[in-house]
């Protein structure tokens, strides 16, 4: 049971033009999300989250929105340059569950200079 | 500040061979130390977390058992390596408004 899911496994976007990546969630006790960014051969690295009382959060060139009754949120990423290409992570977490974070299956963004 | 490590950072082993990957982690303590593998085209499967020393639950069924004799130490294990077992490992720490701090991560490859 795929609980958090990024349906687009690639994206490729020309260099400075804005990246959307999109996530959705099935499970309505998440009340917090984050997106992480992945390099080959590293761990994860924390990108930008966004609490479930607000519909968006920004960070210089990444801006996350919630969409609550939809439960579906995106990153995007304006202007996209070369380093951005990696694999994103969407995760979500249930303060008043178990606080595991359960991580989407990653959109590999690919920046064409 | 809190720092994890986790080693080694590539690894080749035999099918039927025993596996040992160890994670430690500075500056934090009793941290909630999580391993994740993310297999060739999935994403982050979470497959043993602990909130404590001794302290291991299990996520899905499989060929791995994990341990964690102290505090700020986290062992994922293997009696007789599998095929399937190949990915990419992943020890991880929760606390703070990131989330989850991982480590560097293996890459193991079963032949």
């Known amino acids: 049971d795929q609980q958090v899911k990024q349906n687009s496994p690639s994206l490729s976007v020309q260099e400075g033009r804005i990246s959307i990546l999109n996530c959705d969630y099935t499970n309505s006790m998440f009340d917090y999300f984050l997106w992480y960014k992945k390099y080959p051969a590293e761990g994860p690295t924390f990108l930008i989250s966004?609490?479930?009382?607000?519909d968006k959060n920004e960070d210089g060139r990444f801006t996350v929105f919630l969409n609550k009754s939809a439960k579906h949120l995106s990153l995007h990423i304006v202007p996209s340059q070369p380093g951005d290409s990696a694999v994103y992570f969407c995760a979500a977490l249930a303060h008043f569950g178990n606080e595991k974070l359960t991580f989407g299956t990653g959109t590999r963004l690919t920046i064409i200079p | 500040s809190q720092t994890i490590h986790q080693w080694p950072a590539t690894l080749v082993q035999p099918v039927g061979s025993p596996l040992s990957l160890e994670c430690t982690v500075e500056?934090?303590?009793?941290?909630?130390l999580y391993w994740y593998r993310q297999a060739a085209g999935r994403g982050l499967q979470l497959l043993f977390y602990?909130?404590?020393?001794?302290?291991i639950s299990s996520e899905v069924p499989q060929n791995l058992s994990a341990s964690r004799p102290q505090d700020r130490q986290f062992i994922l294990s293997s009696k007789k390596l599998l095929l399937s077992d190949s990915g990419f490992y992943l020890c991880?720490?929760?606390?703070?408004?990131?989330?989850?701090?991982f480590g560097s991560g293996t890459r193991l490859t079963v032949v």
């Open positions: 966004i609490s479930s009382i607000k």
């Open positions: 602990s909130v404590g020393i001794g302290q």
């Open positions: 500056g934090t303590s009793n941290p909630n």
């Open positions: 991880a720490w929760s606390g703070g408004r990131y989330g989850y701090t």
